[in-house]
């Protein structure tokens, strides 16, 4: 039985989220999709509320995945105590609140899903994300497993890739908001793209103001990034897994303005 996945890219501000809201049930529709990871933790520009994290689950979402600005906002410290539908990085400090890991039911079977953080370039030192996912892969049972790996460096999301290959339904990297070209099944079955994209402002640095953005690149004073204005954007990319399998037997680039999708 065929089992798709929709994996939705960082969520940017106010704006974001309201596009979310409005078209993210209708492309589930549209697109026969059974089960849905949206990357939130931008939804405050930086971080994400707990009124947030459930205006992405009311969307339409049903999982909700973080990465570096997973705790911008402490009011959502106990949230993520609380809920077992939203994630923040496996491999962030243990002694974080939340967790990593979390295991839905579906018509399908159960359904795993993965959030890690990568340390190219994060200016932290979150614990090893290859290490770790080798650990918690020995413990988990699913034929479906779905991985959003949060990374600044290409390279080290490729790498994981690989390396979890054959392991693991589903790779999609995030965090750099910008789409990737190379959805992708790799040889030993794993549905892969470098990055889904973003969720935001179309007129935008990543979901920022442009001139805020020019002044910081220039060397000006840094202000708090505002959300640009203007219209929205929802990118993504579907995930077909066989369930009996665990493999992944296609993939499709979404994208949608407004009304409009499409699926490449």
């Known amino acids: 039985m065929d089992f798709r ?9 106010t704006s974001g989220l309201q596009l979310l809201s409005r078209e993210l049930r209708p492309l589930r529709r549209r697109c026969g999709v059974d089960f849905c990871v949206v990357n939130g933790e931008n939804a405050s520009g930086v971080g994400i509320t707990p009124r947030q994290a459930e205006s992405i689950l009311e969307a339409g979402a049903d999982v909700i995945t973080l990465g570096n600005h997973s705790y911008n906002r402490r009011e959502i410290a106990h949230f993520l105590e609380d809920s077992p539908y939203i994630l923040r990085p496996a491999n962030d400090s243990p002694l974080y609140p939340g967790r990593g890991l979390g295991v839905y039911d579906t018509k399908a079977g159960p359904v795993t899903v993965l959030s890690l953080i990568g340390r190219c370039d994060m200016k932290f030192g979150p614990d090893n994300p290859f290490l770790l ?14 991985v959003d790996f949060h990374a600044e460096a290409t390279s080290e999301k490729l790498a994981l890739g690989w390396h979890l290959d054959g392991r693991v339904s589903a790779l999609w ?15 030993k079955g794993t549905g892969y793209v470098t990055d889904l994209g973003m969720t935001g402002p179309i007129y935008s640095v990543l979901g920022v103001r442009v001139e805020q953005s020019i002044a910081s690149f220039r060397g000006g004073l840094n202000s708090r990034y505002e959300t640009a204005p203007g219209p929205c954007k929802l990118e993504g990319v579907i995930f077909t897994l066989d369930s009996s399998t665990g493999r992944c037997t296609r993939t499709e680039r979404i994208f949608c303005h407004d009304t409009d999708t499409t699926r490449g």
């Open 173 to 187: 990297g995030t965090h750099t908001h910008v789409p990737t070209a190379d959805d992708q099944i790799l040889p």
């Open 5 to 13: 996945v929709l994996a939705v890219g960082d969520v940017c501000g």
């Open 133 to 146: 996912a080798e650990r918690l892969l020995k413990e988990i049972r699913s034929k479906l497993i779905l």
